[in-house]
């Protein structure tokens, strides 16, 4: 009876390896075939009337480049799977060796980090370090109010804009000056951001009661908070979860990630809606550090200092940007599942109850005094008055058509795919234009009421950088495929796995809620690129520091990767720093033109045809 069950085990495992096997055949032969079809698609395009010149656009270089080098990886997969069968599969576990000694990263982050800050500081000063041009003051007006006592701003509308019969209407507003952007209701001007850079404003004007704190001063502080924060979690990732990986790796991390053309972005057009972007991302970036560190903490006493830390910056954070308001809770719901589970078990203790408790103490602080701050503006707790703004075309009559389904294809496509424009006839060669109608690809279909002038160049171009978030991917992706070939799957998750998964999780969930909610807007922009850029900054991090310690013990491979790391980095730096030369504004030019000059006739004598 025992032989019985034993042959019924192994016929059953034997049928199940088959369908392994032949899973693994339909997804090569599937991959060959969409591969194919890409290839077919771009050479035809314009014979099949998907394309209607015959020159090839990005769109059809994209295709081809894709569906060769689909091509070209598949080859070389199989190629190196019929050399891994001639060996014996080991575990990762088993193949894991002790880390290097850890080398301290201070001096590269810090002195990398500075650097960061200071070319932003030239930028922002147009070329001078010291000379600010006056630009916007919207949160500076909302300051006043506060130190007034009012909730509305000081300014009051003109009575032309309030006889209107429709004010919200752009094109009844023609020729009547008025606050671009602000929300009209009840007679009163109000800023639909959070109030959280007006209270920043606010506290430096305790201290000086006449200065003018616009705009660019609240942006490029929280411009340099984001590169401190970014800089405290690369040294804490590579500390605890990446301790064998080289210093230097961290520094250009931090250079080529805060350089490149969404963050830079900010710099170069600081207004209010970037500046809530940036105070919004510092908050969320500080209190992610202050969560991790108290997360090291729950199998000590103290450490409460650390979650008090962490809801109170993630409750400002979402008073700098209300959207922020699902991935903080999405947060704080990954950190009190991995407080209060171990093992799998629900460890309930009064330790880490009080720990939770503490950071969910400062947080809901934060969600009543927001509650209460719409609620006495317009009535209603959950209204931010975003539908009561004076904008142009980006909001429609109906206002339920802000946020639609039909908007994710376009929006995907102009967040990930689109690309900038290149022109080698002039300084600075790298463009991202206001968009046009004749700039999108034939195959996508607009929905009536979107809104797509706002320049934009997606991640896969702005920062070529975030591909290395794939490494961990394309590692899951070779495991599954070789289990699918019969091997077993690798077990161990290297040193400090849960906070690995902790970290990981953190970033992942909100990086994706973040693009999620920008799928589904009625617009895309280049600023909006960094509601989830620096989440998908430090996965690109955990990936290329995760390929490194996989490739340990083969130093070709690594040798490869460090190589790929240099160039995307190098060309997110080149991306950023001469495509911000040239934005919405123009501001570097506008302000500086001997400078620009100077700097165009320089680029241009070496590097335009």
Not at 35 to 46: D, E, I, R, T
Not at 378 to 402: C, I, K, N
Not at 454 to 468: D, H, N
Not at 475 to 486: E, I, K, P, S, Y
Request: glycine fraction near 12%.
């Amino acid at each position: 009876m025992i032989s019985a069950w034993f042959d019924h085990s192994r016929k059953r495992e034997g049928r199940m390896l088959n369908l392994r096997r032949t899973i693994r055949l339909v997804l090569v032969i599937l991959f060959g075939l969409v591969c194919l079809a890409l290839l077919g698609l771009a050479v035809l395009a314009y014979r099949l009337g998907i394309d209607h010149t015959p020159d090839w656009g990005a769109s059809r270089l994209l295709m081809a480049v894709t569906g060769g080098a689909g091509l070209a990886a598949l080859g070389l997969s199989l190629w190196a799977g019929r050399l891994r069968e001639r060996k014996p599969i080991v575990s990762d576990e088993s193949a894991q060796v002790a880390p290097a000694a850890h080398k301290p990263d201070g001096v590269w982050l810090t002195v990398c980090g500075a650097a960061a800050v200071l070319i932003a500081l030239w930028y922002i000063t147009s070329g001078t370090l010291t000379r600010w041009t006056p630009y916007w003051g919207y949160f500076d007006l909302q300051a006043e109010a506060f130190r007034a006592g009012e909730l509305a701003l000081l300014e009051a509308p003109p009575q032309a804009l309030l006889d209107l019969s429709n004010p919200y209407d752009w094109r009844a507003r023609e020729g009547i000056p008025h606050l671009w952007d602000a929300t009209l209701y009840q007679g009163k001007y109000y800023l639909y951001w959070g109030p959280v850079p007006a209270l920043v404003a606010l506290g430096v004007k305790v201290f000086a009661p006449g200065v003018v704190v616009e705009d660019q001063f609240l942006l490029f502080g929280f411009f340099t908070g984001i590169t401190v924060c970014l800089g405290l979690l690369l040294h804490w990732m590579r500390a605890r979860l990446f301790h064998g990986v080289p210093a230097w790796t961290g520094g250009v991390l931090l250079l080529a990630g805060m350089l490149s053309l969404p963050p830079l972005w900010l710099i170069n057009r600081p207004t209010v809606y970037e500046t809530a972007i940036a105070g919004g991302q510092f908050f969320l970036l500080a209190g992610l550090y202050a969560a991790l560190r108290g997360a090291e903490s729950l199998e000590e006493r103290g450490g409460r200092a650390w979650w008090l830390a962490a809801g109170f910056a993630w409750g400002a954070a979402v008073g700098c940007r209300f959207n922020y308001g699902l991935v903080v809770v999405f947060l704080f719901a990954v950190f009190a599942g991995y407080t209060l589970l171990r093992k799998g078990k629900l460890r309930v203790e009064p330790d880490r109850l009080g720990k939770l408790g503490v950071m969910l103490l400062p947080l809901t602080l934060w969600a009543g005094a927001l509650l209460w701050y719409n609620a006495a503006r317009f009535g209603s707790p959950l209204e931010t008055g975003h539908r009561y703004q004076l904008t142009g075309m980006a909001l429609p009559a109906d206002y339920s058509r802000v946020f639609s389904l039909e908007y994710v294809i376009p929006n995907l496509y102009n967040i990930v795919l689109r690309p900038p424009v290149i022109e080698r006839d002039g300084f600075p060669f790298v463009f991202t234009p206001f968009l046009q109608e004749n700039m999108w690809p034939t195959f996508l279909r607009l929905p009536e009421t979107y809104y797509y002038s706002e320049p934009i160049a997606g991640y896969l171009f702005s920062a070529p950088l975030l591909l290395l978030l794939l490494a961990p991917v394309i590692g899951w992706l070779r495991a599954g495929w070789d289990w699918l070939g019969g091997a077993r799957w690798p077990v161990g998750a290297g040193e400090n796995g849960r906070l690995r998964g902790l970290f990981f999780a953190s970033a992942a969930g909100g990086a994706l809620i973040n693009t999620a909610l920008l799928a589904v807007f009625i617009s895309s922009s280049m600023r909006y690129l960094n509601d989830a850029y620096f989440l998908l900054f430090l996965l690109a991090a955990f990936g290329l520091w995760w390929g490194w310690e996989a490739l340990r013990g083969r130093p070709g491979w690594k040798a490869a990767l460090a190589a790929g790391f240099a160039g995307l980095a190098l060309a997110s730096l080149v991306i950023g720093m001469l495509g911000n030369f040239q934005n919405g504004d123009k501001l570097f030019e506008a302000n500086n033109p001997e400078l620009y000059g100077t700097i165009a006739r320089f680029f241009n004598r070496w590097l335009a045809r």
